[in-house]
């Protein structure tokens, strides 16, 4: 099975927007993004995907 990439929240799309200016500044989801950002993921225990270590 191929390695299915998600799009980036900064790509402009067909009507010349980004999701991130779709958000609303004050959507609580912006808290979450943050909270996310601010975690050292690979301390958790997350890999990232180099390519070679599917699975």
């Known amino acids: ?5 998600g799009d980036d929240r900064n ?4 009507i010349m ?9 004050e959507n609580p989801v912006r808290v979450i993004d943050a909270y996310v950002d601010s975690l ?3 301390a ?4 990232e995907y180099c ?3 599917r699975g």
Do not use: H, P, R, W
């Open 51 to 53: 390519g070679n270590n």
């Open 44 to 47: 958790l225990g997350f890999k």
């Open 1 to 5: 099975m191929a390695y299915i990439t």
């Open 17 to 25: 927007t980004s999701l991130d200016e779709m958000i609303d500044s």
């Open 40 to 42: 050292d993921l690979f």
């Open 11 to 14: 790509q402009i799309k067909v």
